[in-house]
C-alpha cells in the first residue's frame, strides 16, 4: 500500500501531444518530488517543492513543467516531448524539517514518447 | 567520480546464503543515509535507515562508516523474495532536501 498515488500508470504520447502526470500524497508530508528513472541510469532528481514553493529546479529542460497547487498535490505538465524523454517519472514526498526523514515514492508513471 | 557509487552487480547467490553491498559517497558532509530496495518494474520502496552505530532490522544489517564514506548492506540467509536491486541513498541535510541515489545494486538469489 502506497500513500502516494500517481495517475496514469501508463502514458504513451506523441511528440506533438500535451499531457500531465498527477500525484497525490495522503501522509501529510510537506514536501513533494519529482524523479526521473532511465534505464540503467541512477534516479535524477528533478523537481522539488517544499510548502509549495519550488526550490531545486536541477536544470530541467523546459518541456517539463511542475505545478503544486497545495501540499498534497502535484502534477507535471508535458508538451513536445523528445523519445529519450522515454522513463518512469517517479513522485515522492517527505518531511522536509526532519534531517532522517526517507521519501515515500508513488508507483509511477511509464512514459513511452513515440 | 558519482557522487553515490554502488557495483551494479548482479550478484547471484543460492538461497541461504550472506551477501553484502557496499556504497561509497563522495560528499563528506552527507549526514542521512539509507537503504531502498526495488523490484523490477515498481517503485523505491525504504528498506532502512542507516545509523552511526549501525542498525539491524531482523536478517538485514546496515553500516556506517563515515571516515570511509561508506555504507553497507548484509543480508543473512537469502530468500528468494530478496532478489531485487537495492538503492544506497544519501542526504545532505544542509542542502534542502537532496537526497542521491546511487545506480543501484541487483541482487538474484537462486534456489
Known amino acids: 500500500e502506497t500513500g502516494v498515488t500517481q495517475t496514469p500508470r501508463h502514458l504513451v504520447m506523441g511528440m506533438t501531444n500535451k499531457k500531465s502526470l498527477k500525484c497525490e500524497q495522503h501522509?501529510?508530508?510537506?514536501?513533494m518530488y519529482w524523479y526521473k528513472q532511465s534505464a540503467k541510469k541512477p534516479l535524477e532528481l528533478m523537481f522539488v517543492?517544499?510548502?509549495?514553493?519550488?526550490?531545486e529546479n536541477n536544470s530541467v529542460p523546459s518541456r517539463f513543467s511542475p505545478e503544486c497547487p497545495n501540499s498534497s498535490h502535484l502534477f507535471l505538465h508535458l508538451h513536445t516531448l523528445q523519445p529519450e524523454d522515454s522513463a518512469l517519472y517517479l513522485c515522492?514526498?517527505?518531511?522536509?524539517?526532519?534531517?532522517?526523514?526517507?521519501?515515500?515514492f508513488g508507483n509511477g508513471t511509464r512514459l513511452t514518447v513515440t | 567520480r558519482k557522487e553515490v557509487e554502488q557495483d551494479p552487480g548482479p550478484f547471484n547467490v543460492p538461497e541461504g546464503a550472506t551477501v553484502a553491498f557496499n556504497c561509497t559517497y563522495s560528499?563528506?558532509?552527507?549526514?542521512?543515509f539509507f537503504w531502498y530496495r526495488q523490484d523490477c518494474r515498481k517503485e523505491p520502496k525504504l528498506l532502512m535507515s542507516?545509523?552511526?552505530s549501525g542498525n539491524e532490522d531482523g536478517r538485514f544489517t546496515a553500516q556506517l562508516n563515515r571516515a570511509s564514506q561508506y555504507i553497507s548492506l548484509l543480508i543473512r540467509d537469502s530468500k528468494l523474495s530478496d532478489s531485487a536491486t537495492y538503492l544506497c541513498?544519501?542526504?545532505?541535510?544542509?542542502?534542502?532536501?537532496?537526497?542521491?541515489f546511487g545506480g543501484g545494486t541487483r541482487l538474484m538469489v537462486k534456489p
Open positions: 515522492a514526498s517527505s518531511h522536509p524539517g526532519t534531517g532522517n526523514s526517507p521519501l515515500h
Open positions: 501522509l501529510g508530508h510537506n514536501a
Open positions: 517543492y517544499s510548502l509549495e514553493e519550488r526550490v
Open positions: 560528499n563528506s558532509a552527507s549526514q542521512s
Open positions: 542507516v545509523y552511526s
Open positions: 541513498v544519501v542526504k545532505d541535510n544542509n542542502a534542502g532536501n537532496m537526497l542521491t
